[in-house]
């Protein structure tokens, strides 16, 4: 049986909970977790972050970086807006390039863009004379066929459209095979997430199942992976997880004075991951869910309040049995062991560390006023 302190210690450790990464770390980091998702709910045009990883500004790195074209904007993931670096091109193309014939549109904008350079959406409006809702959907679709590049220099709305091979000469989009290419995604998602499985898999890279399952199935054959109570583990983290099972009183977690907790946004690479289980467990008919509580490496409860283009209104913190993956079990406001106590001023810190109590106060924990 898995020892879960181990389990939970080894994933806070690789994602640089524990110990925020440097900037060569940060890279390395970076390119495990790609295609890296911006912030849930930030403003457009704002560059990718990690949050709670970093041991220094990371928004104000990856702007540079971004600006330099170190880290790359593109569409993955289904479609979905993320970053990259620049030298993963070939890897991510051959997971993510859609091959279908171009739209009369696409193959329009296409040719404008060979022939007269880069060009903004509003001044292929005056080349073209179509209209934005047609232009913008068309160099998605291009984005996603890797024949476009959008150059997201800096948070300016107007943005300069590129021919992608004009931009990236040298890059092979043959160089990996898709099943080569799937394979490394996996091999880097199992290492950050310790244990996973087909599930957390299609949640993150939002490949098709059976296509995630093929790729588990090798990498077991290979001895890549070994299969570990119903997903799959690193062959070489076996040792590490096996031992005395976490909800023995010998190992039973002694009560602590603070708590580790973490408030990660439905971008968040962890929350992707477990995204086809959190969005169902954790939910409220009157709020949204502006972000999830990591608490002591386990998801424990979430941050309730709406999102605003203003600031955030945060209406409630509700909180949960530890719980992954399991019936979610509801804490009373008044648990015998003092747990919660424990818990409410490190809860509190946290929220305040990602919102300005001035600008955005929480109004409730646990259903109780504040």
Not at 106 to 119: C, D, H
Not at 204 to 219: D, H, N, Q, T
Not at 253 to 263: A, D
Request: proline share 5%; aromatic share 12%.
């Amino acid at each position: 049986m898995m020892n879960k302190n181990t389990y939970l210690k080894l994933r806070l450790e690789r994602q640089h909970f524990t110990k925020p990464a440097g900037k060569k770390e940060y890279g390395v980091l970076f390119k495990q977790m790609s295609p890296v998702l911006c912030v849930y709910w930030s403003c457009p045009g704002s560059p990718p972050e990690l949050l709670y990883r970093a041991a220094f500004d990371d928004r104000k790195y990856c702007y540079k970086m971004r600006g330099s074209r170190t880290i790359m904007k593109g569409r993955f993931q289904n479609g979905n807006i993320a970053y990259i670096y620049a030298d993963e091109l070939e890897l991510f193309a051959a997971v993510y390039r859609k091959d279908k014939p171009l739209t009369d549109t696409e193959l329009e904008l296409y040719e404008l863009l060979n022939r007269e350079g880069p060009m903004t959406i509003h001044v292929m409006k005056e080349f073209t004379g179509m209209l934005t809702k047609e232009i913008t959907p068309a160099l998605h679709r291009l984005q996603e066929k890797f024949l476009v590049f959008e150059d997201q220099a800096d948070s300016e709305w107007d943005r300069a459209w590129y021919p992608f091979e004009s931009e990236f000469p040298d890059v092979n989009l043959e160089r990996y095979t898709k099943e080569e290419a799937e394979e490394e995604l996996i091999r880097r998602f199992v290492w950050l997430n310790v244990w996973i499985d087909a599930a957390m898999v299609r949640s993150f890279y939002r490949l098709p199942l059976k296509e995630i399952k093929g790729v588990l199935e090798r990498l077991a054959s290979n001895g890549t992976l070994a299969p570990y109570e119903g997903g799959y583990v690193r062959r070489e983290d076996l040792q590490l997880l096996v031992g005395v099972p976490s909800d023995t009183v010998e190992n039973a977690p002694k009560k602590v004075e603070k708590h580790s907790v973490f408030i990660l946004h439905k971008n968040d690479f962890l929350v992707k991951s477990n995204e086809h289980w959190l969005k169902d467990t954790f939910t409220h008919p009157e709020y949204d869910v502006l972000g999830y509580l990591l608490i002591d490496g386990a998801f424990r409860g979430c941050l309730l309040g709406h999102f605003r283009n203003g600031p955030f209104e945060l209406e409630d913190v509700a909180l949960w049995a530890e719980t992954e993956g399991e019936a979610p079990v509801c804490l009373r406001n008044e648990a015998a062991d003092g747990l919660n106590e424990a818990l409410k001023e490190d809860i509190l810190n946290a929220v305040e560390l990602l919102y300005d109590p001035e600008i955005s106060p929480l109004k409730r924990y646990m259903g109780e006023m504040l």
